[in-house]
């Protein structure tokens, strides 16, 4: 279980502290070289141990919404009471009949402690941490979905792969749609004029509810997308 606690604010959104699985290959990944054989001894060594030093720096938190989807085609989804999101949303969220708007964000300390190591020099060990944090964010999404999976979906529903703004043709300014659904600040997150959010090791977007075996065969967007070299690929 990813999850170690919720709650349930006024305007219904949910509130979730959760536990996070970071694998080093995502962190490599983040880094440029997962795919790079073999990794250095010396770079293994150097991302464990900054893993160790950093796993008491995640504070995973996160915040959704679900809405029925009221109508969605290739260019638009409006949720029941939403403003409408723009963009091919329908690659990603087709067979769903309901949609969680979330927030997750592991908080401010890896990148606290990143900006520290690189004012003291040590760009290297900076970088590496500042991996780790996108990891474990992206770790928090996946210990959403699970949430939303045993805790939201009903007998036969699934839920879809996440899709956030900035992505695959959803325009970053949709972030702004998004922060008009639900209120991030219950944890601590606040969107800048330049659609990027704070903390910065925070993700947003979209997953989708519906029938378990329609999510099946509409399978992964990615297995027929042609940017091969997109760094949010998923392979299996």
Known sequence: MNVKSMACTNNGQR????????ATREVLRMMGGAHRRPI????????????????PCVQARGVYLIREVESMTDRELTLRGCPPFLGPIAKFLRPAQRVAVYVVTIGDAIERRASQWASEGHSV?????????????????????????????????????PFSPGYCGMPLEQQQTLFEIIEPAAIGV????SMLMVPLKSVSGLAGIGNAKEIEIHG?????????????????
């Not at 250095?40 to 796993?55: F, K, Q």
């Not at 606040?190 to 004029?193: D, E, F």
């Not at 967007?221 to 299996?236: F, G, K, N, V």
Request: hydrophobic share 45%; glycine share 4%; proline share 4%.
């Open 125 to 161: 060990e900076s970088y590496t941490l500042h991996a780790i944090g996108s990891a474990a964010a992206d770790a928090a999404v996946d210990a959403l979905v699970e949430h939303l999976w045993t805790h939201e979906a009903g007998p036969g529903e699934g839920v879809t792969l």
């Open 190 to 193: 606040t969107l800048l004029p």
């Open 15 to 22: 509130l979730v502290d959760l536990e996070v699985d970071l």
């Open 220 to 236: 992964v967007p990615c297995e027929y997308c042609d940017l091969e070299r997109c760094s949010m690929r998923r392979e299996d």
């Open 40 to 55: 250095e001894s010396d770079v293994l060594s150097l991302v464990s141990r900054l893993m160790s030093e950093a796993a």
